[in-house]
């Protein structure tokens, strides 16, 4: 299993960038998008986050997809022809409800059987996890009325992004840990995580946030 869980693709901690660069490279560069919900016809998240990633490196290229009644079941299953799946930003909410709507955790499996790369950034990496319960703390409305919070489990710890380290989302957190008995790692807008076969590579500034009393802050590039 490769996951990387990012808050961003932009202004990204130096190791993190290098990271990221290696693994894409090693699977051909080619990279599928997958909105999460909609976009306009411009698509102007679509080709910010590939210019970001272009300018990691030029040779990486993009196609997108979403979850729309725009593309067919037949469509939806080009994604398995990639290496790479980069599941974007957004309200999770609505995209685990588009997910569940269109049956594409089945494709997300199939796709990590054969050992593909996911990318997932705030919401498209909150739905990785076991429960997207924490996607309120970080501002997302449930506007589409979800009421099973349940993800798709490919990490057994939960995701916090864009952490800005504030007394009030601390103690909000650390309440909501309380409830869940799980880790929750806390990235900054730099920072990210990578899990390779069951382990946790930290890059930046990221810390555990969980039920205990001692939280913990990462250093850089390290292994828990």
Known sequence: ????????????????KDSLIIEIAKRDN??????SN???SHRKWFHNTAREYQAMNKDISMEYFDLSEDFSDQDLRKV???????????????????????DFSNIIQE????????????AGGIILTPTISIASING?????????????????????????????????????????????YACSNESGLFVQNGEIVTFGKVEILDNKSENKSIRSSSIR
């Open 80 to 102: 398995l022809d990639f290496d790479i799946v980069h599941l974007s930003g957004g309200n999770t909410f609505e995209f685990i409800a588009s997910i569940r709507k269109r």
């Open 111 to 122: 796709f990590l059987k054969k050992n593909g790369l996911i990318i997932g950034i705030s």
């Open 38 to 40: 909609k976009q306009p």
């Open 140 to 184: 997302d409305e449930n506007s589409t009325g979800v009421t099973d919070m349940t993800g798709l489990g490919m990490v057994d710890f939960e995701f916090f992004p864009h952490f800005e380290n504030t007394k009030t989302q601390r103690d909000d957190i650390l309440d909501y840990s309380k409830k869940t008995q799980r880790k929750i």
């Open 1 to 16: 299993m490769f996951i990387f869980l990012l808050s961003d693709t932009k202004k990204l901690d130096s190791s993190l």
């Open 30 to 35: 080619r990279i599928a998008y997958i909105s």
